[in-house]
């Protein structure tokens, strides 16, 4: 029987990462929920915001900006100002160790916080430097203290 190699999608291939399933777009929407209801007159929360971070840019889930005046006429293909916050959320093939070098590349960016989202495990890590990290899971509140942002794990795993 001939192996069959997938080739990585557009989406995939454009992004730099794996596609989404359900799970992860729950999980992204709910976020996105979650933060809108609570922080809206905070932030800026964006869903898939190309960044010209080093070497070939990245695409994080969701990011917070402060808030500006945005101008619908000039948006650059990819951001070169840093977004305070960004999370990612783990798809399936990959590695802790692969999302977790992704931080260091958002924190090299000028990225105050990051947050890794783990489907699996129900679980959120806030980094707020490189290879340093709270952990929540279960039904704890998700705190990140240098913006003094809160979520209940419940809502975002719902």
């Known amino acids: 029987m001939e192996e069959v190699i997938e080739q990585p999608s557009e989406y995939e291939m454009e992004r730099g990462k794996p596609m989404p399933n359900l799970i992860h777009g729950i999980i992204q929407a709910n976020l996105s929920f979650e933060f809108k209801s609570r922080y809206r007159n905070q932030f800026h929360i964006a869903s898939e915001v190309a960044l010209a971070t080093l070497p070939i840019g990245t695409t994080p889930d969701l990011v917070l900006y402060p808030l500006f005046e945005l101008d619908y006429q000039n948006q650059p293909a990819k951001r070169t100002d840093a977004p305070l916050l960004t999370i990612e959320i783990q798809s399936p093939s990959q590695s802790p160790e692969e999302m977790i070098e992704k931080t260091n590349i958002y924190f090299e960016f000028g990225v105050k ?29 998700v705190i990140d203290s240098q913006f003094h942002l809160e979520l209940p794990l419940l809502g975002v795993f719902s």
């Open 113 to 141: 916080s990051c947050w890794i989202v783990f489907p699996s495990l129900k679980a959120i890590a806030v980094f707020d430097r490189p290879n340093h990290f709270e952990f929540y899971h279960n039904e704890d509140t």
